[in-house]
């Protein structure tokens, strides 16, 4: 009887060692997100798929955030945004003459230009806006990851009559010069 009692406590033991590197393989095999939301940009849609060290696997678009943008501006506007400026966002599948705009601010510009090949050197900026929605037929829609928008930045005033002149201006700057 004493004999089998040990056999029993053996394979409880055994049991237990199999248990805790079962846990420990299941704990390598799950991903666990740090915040709530919702996945995006997935890399692996098969079982079973193999992925390379520090490949990225998803991208993950937080819950209960501030939505934010990340623009592009071209090289000859980076010199007249920064952050804190207000931005006028018009979301492209809305109308923005029906459905009007969002506002927002300027968070960041990056100091480094990203090599384009349509739009040459180009820098991304993020900006913040105001609302997660847009009002659409009296139903306020949300703004989902991945909707195409078209950012635009108040740099500077100007009167009517400035706007009409300044290609005069420039022109005649121009031509008065000698080699």
């Given at each position: 009887?004493?004999?089998?009692?040990?056999?029993?406590?053996?394979?409880?033991?055994?049991?237990?060692?199999?248990?805790?590197?079962?846990?420990?393989?299941?704990?390598?095999?799950?991903?666990?997100?740090?915040?709530?939301?919702?996945?995006?940009?997935?890399?692996?849609?098969?079982?079973?798929?193999?992925?390379?060290?520090?490949?990225?696997?998803?991208?993950?678009?937080?819950?209960?955030?501030?939505?934010?943008?990340?623009?592009?501006?071209?090289?000859?506007?980076?010199?007249?945004?920064?952050?804190?400026?207000?931005?006028?966002?018009?979301?492209?599948?809305?109308?923005?003459?029906?459905?009007?705009?969002?506002?927002?601010?300027?968070?960041?510009?990056?100091?480094?230009?990203?090599?384009?090949?349509?739009?040459?050197?180009?820098?991304?900026?993020?900006?913040?806006?105001?609302?997660?929605?847009?009002?659409?037929?009296?139903?306020?829609?949300?703004?989902?990851?991945?909707?195409?928008?078209?950012?635009?930045?108040?740099?500077?005033?100007?009167?009517?009559?400035?706007?009409f002149l300044s290609p005069l201006q420039q022109h005649a700057l121009e031509s008065f010069r000698e080699r």
């Amino acid at each position: 009887m004493l004999d089998l009692l040990q056999q029993a406590d053996q394979k409880i033991a055994s049991f237990n060692q199999d248990l805790t590197k079962a846990r420990y393989q299941e704990d390598l095999t799950t991903l666990e997100a740090p915040v709530d939301g919702t996945v995006q940009q997935l890399a692996v849609h098969t079982v079973g798929g193999v992925v390379t060290p520090a490949q990225p696997l998803m991208v993950l678009v937080p819950d209960g955030q501030p939505v934010e943008v990340e623009a592009m501006l071209e090289n000859k506007d980076v010199g007249f945004v920064r952050a804190g400026q207000p931005v006028t966002v018009k979301v492209e599948t809305f109308t923005f003459t029906k459905y009007g705009t969002i506002e927002g601010e300027v968070i960041s510009v990056s100091n480094d230009a990203i090599e384009d090949e349509k739009r040459g050197l180009i820098y991304s900026s993020k900006i913040r806006l105001n609302s997660d929605t847009l009002n659409v037929n009296g139903v306020d829609i949300k703004l989902s990851p991945g909707m195409a928008v078209t950012a635009e930045v108040k740099t500077n005033k100007r009167r009517v009559i400035e706007y009409f002149l300044s290609p005069l201006q420039q022109h005649a700057l121009e031509s008065f010069r000698e080699r």
